[in-house]
């Protein structure tokens, strides 16, 4: 089974980040594409944006990417690293021209720092981005925030399974909506 949308099929869906992407098994959940998760534990911004060379290499042409970094920075205090997050939603652009580009929202934390207030900044700063970019925006964490199920490990800032389960449904709900405005 493939995923349609206006630009290809998506047969293939690579995963770029930290460790939020990196510590699931994103081919369990999403079986009929073949999924390629180059998520990296400890990965900011600035580490993606250097790794791009790399992967263009690596990586053939996906049908979609999907984009989730920022939470490093942000545990460290660097709450400006949307440009860096443009520059690499401009360069996976050229790298991959037909590919579907979906950036995730910061997701919250159980932690005091940073709050929900900084962390809804950012995001309406990735939302802008996004918009400018011609890329898609995934906002996982306004269905973080609404559900009542235990969304975080220990540390306050890993995931649970219930937590990826929301993650990969709004993912999917959000291909079916491209899926449905190609269809019109």
């Not at 990296?40 to 690596?58: E, K, N, Y």
């Not at 690499?88 to 207030?117: K, N």
Request: hydrophobic share 45%; net charge negative; proline share 4%.
């Amino acid at each position: 089974m493939f995923i349609r949308t206006s630009q290809a099929a998506i047969d293939s869906f690579l995963f770029l980040g930290d460790s939020l992407v990196a510590d699931n098994n994103w081919q369990s959940r999403i079986p009929y594409c073949k999924v390629l998760n180059y998520g990296v534990p400890g990965a900011t911004v600035d580490d993606l944006l250097a790794a791009l060379p790399d992967l263009s290499i690596r990586v053939d042409s996906p049908a979609a990417i999907l984009i989730m970094i920022g939470t490093n920075d942000a545990l460290d205090g660097q709450f400006d690293f949307v440009d860096g997050l443009r520059r690499i939603v401009i360069q996976l652009s050229r790298e991959f021209p037909t590919a579907e580009i979906i950036v995730t929202s910061l997701l919250p934390m159980r932690l005091s720092f940073p709050g929900m207030a900084e962390i809804a900044r950012i995001n309406e700063g990735i939302k802008t981005m996004t918009m400018q970019t011609g890329s898609c925006y995934l906002d996982v964490c306004t269905k973080f925030t609404q559900s009542d199920a235990d969304l975080f490990q220990a540390d306050g800032v890993h995931l649970t399974p219930k937590a990826y389960e929301i993650w990969t449904r709004t993912l999917l709900e959000h291909v079916a909506f491209l899926i449905e405005n190609d269809d019109e």
